[in-house]
């Protein structure tokens, strides 16, 4: 399995970037993401602005293929697939059916009800700032936006829509005919189209501004007392940021904790065949951590304090353990403060005076 692009930025986790971003939404507003509940202030999707600036906290540029450059009928494109239910074997399910703008595009369950009545059998990342990651999955299976969005649809635990299926009820639709025409100039419609939409509208959904951003900033009344004694510790003690560190508060690499040792969940062995792979799991970003609980590839961990007590044990013991886990002994202040910074990673979130 090849090993994630690595950047020469001081900053720990940060992407090799070098392809400006080109688009950027209204965020709530836009048609497509007022369908379900609104996301967080701080978060934006959609066509609209496709020149305006990224969110406060996040990398002025994006890796975006020459192949597949983003524009505005890409995306309104993407949009409308990615929350059209007849993309499912029962026609029940859409992508933002398991992935809510409500939730950071998350879940709020261990695991997502997929069509007719399948499980999945890891927990919904989120998808905010996808658009700078890779690799992508739990496993890291995949290392473009391209090839993780139609696997879902296709999976038969999720969507269950085989993807030729996908283009036949799609080629079916007089609508979406005209709307392939204007996004890719042609009425055709395949897989690899489909794909292509679909990923342009993921790589607009950009979530910075967070109080620690703001802090990160310079205004140090953005924390309270409390988080800015979280960060210290983040930083520090905790060792977080060795593995959540840079604006995507990721390393993009994947790392055994410990988490559901010995399941049948094998982790990224199941990709590279080593068995030294076993237990490894990706490293999700920490931005908007708050709204997406349960935790953990299996989502087994329920809350904020629960991570932080793992980790303060020092994982689940286990002969592949990543060597960086130890013990901590947070004391329960410690702990607070932790989960106070955590909480401050939320985009739009302001502090009570």
Known sequence: ????????????????????????????????????????????????????????????????????????????????????????????????????????????????????????????????NAGYARPFFWDGRTETLEEQVVQPIANPREMGLPLPETVDRLHADASYRRAFEEAFGD?????????????????????????????????????????REGYRLFVGKAGCAACHGGPLFTDERLHNTGVSWGSEDIGAA????????????????????????????????GTLRDVVGLYDLGGGANPNLDRRLNPLRLTPEEIDALVAYLNALTSGARRRP
């Open 270 to 301: 199941e990709v590279t065949g080593r068995p030294e792979d076993r237990g490894r799991f990706n490293t999700p970003s920490l931005r908007n951590v708050a709204l997406t609980p349960p935790y953990m590839h299996d989502g087994s961990l």
């Open 1 to 128: 399995m090849r090993r994630p692009a690595r950047c020469g930025n001081s900053m720990p986790g940060v992407l090799r970037l070098g392809i400006p971003i080109l688009a950027v939404g209204a965020f709530a507003s836009t048609e497509a993401l007022a369908q379900t509940s609104p996301p967080p202030d701080g978060v934006t999707g959609g066509e609209a602005n496709v020149a305006a600036a990224p969110p406060e906290g996040l990398p002025l540029y994006m890796p975006v293929p020459e192949d597949n450059p983003l524009t505005p009928q890409k995306v309104a494109l993407g949009r409308r697939l990615f929350f059209d239910p007849s993309l499912s074997s029962d026609r029940t399910v859409s992508c933002a059916s398991c992935h809510r703008p409500d939730r950071a595009f998350a879940d709020i369950t261990s695991f997502s009800r997929g069509a007719d009545g399948q499980r999945p059998t890891r927990n919904t990342p989120s998808l905010l």
């Open 187 to 227: 009425g055709g419609i395949d897989s690899m189209r489909v794909a292509a939409a679909l990923a342009s509208f993921v790589r607009t959904l950009r979530s910075g501004g967070s109080p620690a951003d703001r802090f990160a900033a310079g205004d140090a009344n953005a924390l309270s007392v409390e988080a």
